[in-house]
Structures are given as structure tokens and as C-alpha cells.
């Protein structure tokens, strides 16, 4: 097991930040307060932009220059997802209901979107409209999915989200298994990889955290 460092500490520019996700250089943030997505510049620490969001934000990932986004709506919090331009805002008309209407973190490796469904303990890999391409059951419960530059990466949780580790999860096998890496702190929600560090919320102390293992 390795340990991991914090690279960078700051408090949320709103309450309560989830989901994460980097377009170019640019941090996205969902923030559940305020039911906002916040554009990010890393090196100073300065909001350049904030949309209210349809309902709130879930997860986030890039694809190209643009965000797709999974939100919940309504009082059953029945999840969604749209995309979402810089700079133009939500597209209403790509409004898109999740498998089962339930999801939550997103990641993307290129064009393909994976969507955990966390209470059912799996990874989907989705197709255009949402299609189901691939179920992947992570076989334990987990807070949080990203793709970094050796692969695709889970938050593990154990029954009571009372340990958290950072893990491997290869989407690529005819199997995957979860492999610990590190222990990560117990408030982590959500991944987001810059290129060089990883990134994650510190959801209840409204904090965005950067780290390497």
C-alpha cells in the first residue's frame, strides 16, 4: 500500500462540492448548496464562471470540450444527463434519463462514459441515449470513479463509509477487481484527474482537494 500526498487544499467556492471534472486547465465543480457548476482556474484559486444547474449535480466528465453532466430531480431525486457547453450553458433538449433513473459519479475515457450506480455497486458503460454497452459489478460499495494516466481508478468504500481507499478498478479486464492503492481521508467524494495530480471533494467540510499517491 503507498500513502498519498495533498498537493493542494482549498475551500469550495460553494457548500457542499461533489462532482469534479477537468476540461483543458479549467476545474469544474458541482456544488450541492447552491445546485451550481463552478469553472475553476487551479493555479490561483479564482471562479471564472458558474451556471446554475437544472437540479443538482451529481457527477461530471469531460468528453472534447464539453461536460456531460448527471443530475437529480424532483423529490425522488431521479437522475438525469445532460450536456453541458462552456460558455453556452445546459442543453435542455439532450436531457436523458439514467439506467433505472439512478446514477451518480461520472468518468470518461475519450468518447466512452461510465456512470456508477453506487447502491447497486456497479460501473456502467454507456452509449449514445444512455444505452447500457457494459455492466461492470465492483462487488463493494464506492464514492467516487476517475481516469488517470495509468487507468481507471474507484474510491472504495467499506459498509459504512468509515474507510476509504483509493483503488484501481481496470475496466479493461474480462474481470475487474478492485485493487487498493492508498488509504484516502473519509470525507472524499469524486475523481478528477489534471493530467499530473488527482482530485477530490471533501464534500461535508467543503473542501476540493488535490493528491498523488
Known amino acids: 500500500m503507498q500513502t498519498l500526498t495533498v498537493r493542494q487544499k482549498h475551500s469550495a467556492p460553494a457548500g457542499r462540492p461533489q462532482p469534479l471534472a477537468f476540461s483543458g486547465t479549467t476545474l469544474w465543480a458541482g456544488c450541492w448548496d447552491t445546485d451550481t457548476l463552478y469553472a475553476i482556474d487551479p493555479a490561483n484559486w479564482k471562479v471564472t464562471a458558474q451556471v446554475a444547474a437544472p437540479g443538482k449535480p451529481y457527477g461530471l466528465a469531460a468528453i472534447g470540450n464539453e461536460l456531460r453532466v448527471v ?3 424532483g423529490e425522488d431525486e431521479d437522475r438525469y444527463l445532460y450536456r453541458f457547453v462552456p460558455g453556452s450553458g445546459f442543453d435542455e433538449a439532450s436531457k436523458t434519463a439514467c439506467p433505472d433513473l439512478t446514477g451518480s459519479h461520472l468518468a470518461a475515457a475519450g468518447d466512452q462514459l461510465y456512470l456508477a450506480q453506487l447502491g447497486l455497486r456497479r460501473i456502467l458503460a454507456l452509449g449514445d441515449g444512455a444505452t447500457v454497452l ?3 459489478d465492483v462487488g463493494q460499495r464506492f464514492c467516487g470513479i476517475g481516469v ?3 487507468g481507471f481508478h474507484i474510491i472504495a468504500a467499506d459498509d459504512e463509509f468509515d474507510h476509504l ?5 481496470d475496466v479493461n479486464a474480462s474481470a475487474p477487481q478492485v485493487v487498493p492503492v492508498a488509504d484516502i481521508d473519509a470525507e472524499a467524494r469524486a475523481l478528477a484527474f489534471d493530467g499530473a495530480n488527482w482530485w477530490t471533494s471533501y464534500r461535508e467540510v467543503s473542501e476540493i482537494v488535490s493528491f498523488t499517491p
Open 134 to 136: 457494459r455492466t461492470f
Open 71 to 73: 443530475i437529480a430531480i
Open 148 to 150: 488517470g494516466s495509468d
Open 165 to 169: 481507499q483509493f483503488a484501481k478498478f
